[in-house]
């Protein structure tokens, strides 16, 4: 077993276990990460990784989200411990990676955290609420209130970097954006893409063709989330 470690330092470990497994650069994950709005430069992500920087609530659990559009690939929390780290909580207490993991999760293992029993359970519903609730606020000033923190985080793992960079282009996050994306068509904005693309493209297109064609659906597509914040704002 290996010897106990900080949280932040088996999270950095993590990250760059998973980053290098896909071939990812610590710029990819900085520059996603500034798209979630986390003021990251790669010096931080590198920070991250060594186990220097601390890790807030918010950033835990943002980062699976993170790290998945960087890497091109589903990150989960899980992830982001290894069930043979021994996390350190306190100067008397360590805890095994999976057991924090089941407490986050709300799938605490009998008898785990025994020593711990006086803290307050964590509540992870009411976490990732406070993540979000930025992306709410901004979304029921645009006349789409109704979403929860749960219909968010379904909805954000549907989006990818066609999504972050056309949600920079109108001047708002990847959240709001790709939930906005969702009431108007009902799916992501690469998803629209694609079916507006293929519907007009003959079967035999050659791949420029293809990527010409899908260029100019995106700026219609933009164009049209645009004319929707314009009247929701004026409305």
């Known amino acids: ?10 999270i950095g470990a993590r990250v760059k276990h998973v980053r290098e ?8 994950i900085a520059r996603v990460a500034r ?9 931080k992500v590198d ?40 996390i350190t909580l306190s100067a ?9 993991l089941a407490e986050l999760c709300g799938t605490k293992p009998a008898g785990a955290f025994i020593h711990l029993t006086h803290l307050p359970s964590f509540d992870a519903v009411e976490v990732i609420a406070r993540a979000f609730a930025r992306p709410l606020r901004r979304l029921e000033a645009l006349g789409l209130g109704g979403m929860s923190s749960r219909d968010l985080l379904a909805i954000e793992r549907s989006s990818g970097e066609p999504e972050a960079r ?49 260029g100019r659906v995106t700026r219609e597509l933009v164009a049209e989330i645009r004319a929707f914040i314009t009247r929701a704002e004026q409305s």
């Open 1 to 10: 077993m290996n010897a106990p470690r900080a949280l932040r330092q088996v």
């Open 21 to 28: 497994q896909a071939g990812g650069r610590q710029e990819d």
């Open 35 to 43: 798209s979630f709005g986390l003021a990251w430069p790669r010096e």
């Open 47 to 86: 920070e991250l990784e060594r186990g220097k920087k601390a890790i807030s609530v918010e950033e835990l659990v943002l980062l699976p989200f993170v790290l998945s559009h960087a890497l091109d690939r589903t990150v989960s929390t899980a992830d982001l411990f290894d069930a043979d780290d021994q």
């Open 92 to 100: 008397q207490t360590d805890i095994p990676a999976r057991d924090v």
């Open 166 to 214: 056309a949600a920079r282009q109108v001047g708002e996050g990847s959240i709001v954006f790709t939930a906005i994306c969702y009431h108007l068509w009902g799916r992501s904005l690469s998803a629209e893409r694609d079916a507006r693309a293929a519907a007009s493209l003959p079967d035999a297109a050659s791949a420029s063709t293809v990527r010409a064609k899908r």
